[in-house]
């Protein structure tokens, strides 16, 4: 195609829901269109990010991604296309506006991938309520309001609790829950304080969110590259959310269902590249709602390409210079097509982290709108494994679901019931005080099928602390005593079983004592001798055969075994 040079909106100055997700997506399409002989131009004011490092962009502009400051850039650039896909809702935003104001009309800048008017129809909510309902696919019962007096009177038709949604706006912003009209109230003030268009919708808090990462080309062939299932009930941001991928809830018809739903909404709004579709499950029956769509890379996008090793921002930008994913290579495999999508045999676990405490006066309360500043993303053979990987990961002095310092709640049934940021330290703590998988669901609405798992962790650990009396045993047994000890067959069997649902060595040195009898590293050693001793070891000789015969997915091998 002609094009020549093309300018990439970045995402701008960090923020809550807006950070390094982005720079992976900007970063990915820089090195697609430069693979494509295209000079690149990039605003963004963020110097610590790789897409403004020297050598990746061919110019970087330090810059607001404002209007205002955009319009001068391409005013000397002169650039042939312009990507607003990547840089999250501040480059979307920004492009709507050039375009509503005939800054790219006035200086030939084409829109790359995703038509201008595709982007307009997903953003603005009543546009997008209208648009799904030429095609029969249900949406949350809403309104679009403009003012305070509009919302009063949405809430009370539609009944409550109600949900306000902002028109245009990033990670829930202004978003929340309202079961009152002085709730309302609050909550439209503070709405309208970020936008100019409010959604009131009904409130449908207690059903499972869904996601779905679709890719689209310009000759209207569509895959679904991932779905993913957020651990919470809806209510909960999905970035405050554990999310789960694929999802492990969903049984096969509704897992086609939405599918089949999620391509036909992509095709009817002629998306180009990559977007998300979120839904609303009914968790006691087939009943759905679409919560929106992004026409855009998102947080979720950058979790399912490295979840499922497709490079969707890679491919995103292609497909927006007018590839079809017949055309591509999966750049991460090297030897499948863009075509295919990928099957996961493995669970990939999402956990989100909050700095909370850092602000005074803060409400560590969960909502619609995001407040968690990252996150990490844990893979393993089970979800139990990849739950406790990922609660390690986060940097807050978890070493898993079990074996944590236990923390001090006033009241654990409201702790349960009003998600906060320990949401997960008291599931822990409530089961092992003795409350059912039962009770927990009916206070938290969480999926009983993720409580069984989460009840199958706390249960191992119970096991484990019935060898306490290895820790007292081994000070003065000799070496041959030691070694018959450790390989008797239920011990063995069950330090097997904590390694294959993902205890560390140190969770196991917790469990039995022996860190209170050697001392936290020494008992560490001591587990782990005892594993290498009966042969419970990683999979690393089975992923070297693997390495050994296909050399060129050699780092995608180690990413998803390890």
């Not at 960090?14 to 900007?26: C, K, M, N, T, V």
């Not at 060898?467 to 000070?475: E, K």
């Amino acid at each position: 195609m002609s094009v020549k040079k093309v300018l990439l909106l970045g995402s701008g100055a960090l923020r809550i829901g807006q950070a390094g997700e982005f720079d992976y997506s900007g970063s990915q399409a820089i090195k697609a269109l430069k693979e494509e002989g295209i000079s690149t131009v990039l605003i963004n004011p963020n110097v610590a990010t790789v897409q403004t490092s020297q050598g990746v962009a061919d110019k970087v502009y330090f810059m607001p991604v404002q209007p205002e400051f955009v319009e001068r850039i391409i005013e000397k650039e002169r650039p042939d296309g312009v990507l607003l896909s990547f840089g999250g809702q501040t480059a979307l935003n920004c492009g709507v506006e050039l375009h509503r104001a005939g800054v790219f009309a006035r200086y030939g800048v084409r829109v790359l991938g995703t038509p201008i008017q595709a982007i307009i129809d997903t953003e603005d909510r009543d546009l997008f309520v209208r648009r799904l309902d030429e095609i029969d696919v249900k949406t949350i019962r809403s309104q679009a309001c403009s003012n305070v007096d509009e919302v009063r009177q949405a809430a009370v038709r539609l009944g409550y609790p109600v949900i306000l949604r902002v028109a245009f706006a990033l990670g829930g912003l202004g978003s929340g829950f309202c079961d009152d009209e002085d709730e309302l109230l609050a909550q439209a003030e503070e709405a309208f304080s970020f936008s100019s268009q409010v959604l009131v919708e009904k409130s449908l808090r207690g059903w499972k969110e869904i996601e779905y990462e679709v890719v689209r080309d310009c000759h209207d062939n569509c895959i679904t590259v991932c779905n993913m299932e957020n651990f919470d009930p809806l209510g909960i941001h999905t970035g405050e959310s554990i999310v789960v991928a694929p999802s492990q809830t969903l049984s096969n018809t509704e897992y086609h269902m939405l599918r089949s739903l999620a391509i036909r909404i992509v095709r009817h709004l002629g998306i180009v590249g990559e977007c998300n579709v979120q839904y609303a499950l009914n968790p006691d029956s087939e009943d759905y709602r679409v919560i929106e769509v992004n026409a855009r890379l998102s947080r979720s996008s950058a979790l399912a390409s490295k979840a499922t090793g497709y490079p969707l921002a890679f491919v995103a930008a292609k497909l927006s210079l007018g590839y079809g994913l017949f055309d591509l290579k999966n750049s991460v495999t090297q030897c499948t097509s863009a075509f295919f999508e990928p099957a996961l045999d493995y669970v990939v676990c999402k956990v989100p982290r909050w700095d909370l405490s850092k602000f005074q006066g803060v409400s560590h309360r969960l909502g619609s709108s995001m407040k968690s500043v990252g996150e990490v993303m844990a893979i393993g053979r089970t979800f139990e494994e990849a739950m406790q990987k990922g609660l390690r990961m986060i940097g807050q002095g978890l070493h898993g679901f079990v074996e944590n310092k236990p923390l001090s709640f006033a009241d654990i049934a409201d702790e349960l019931a009003n998600a906060t940021d320990n949401r997960v330290v008291a599931i822990a703590q409530a089961m092992q005080m003795g409350y059912s998988v039962e009770q927990i669901h009916s206070l938290t609405k969480i999926d009983k099928w993720f409580l069984y798992k989460l009840r199958h962790i706390v249960d191992i650990d119970q096991h484990m602390k019935e060898f306490r009396y290895l820790s007292d045993l081994i000070v003065d047994m000799d070496s041959s005593e030691f070694a018959e000890l450790i390989e008797e067959p239920c011990f063995a069997d069950l330090l097997r079983e904590a390694k294959v649902y993902g205890f560390s060595d140190s969770q196991i040195a917790s469990a039995i004592g022996l860190d209170a009898t050697l001392g936290r590293e020494e008992a560490v050693l001591k587990v782990r001798k005892w594993r290498k001793d009966l042969g419970i070891l990683p999979v690393v000789n089975q992923i070297d055969t693997l390495a050994a015969e296909y050399p060129a997915q050699t780092n995608y091998l180690y990413m998803t075994y390890l």
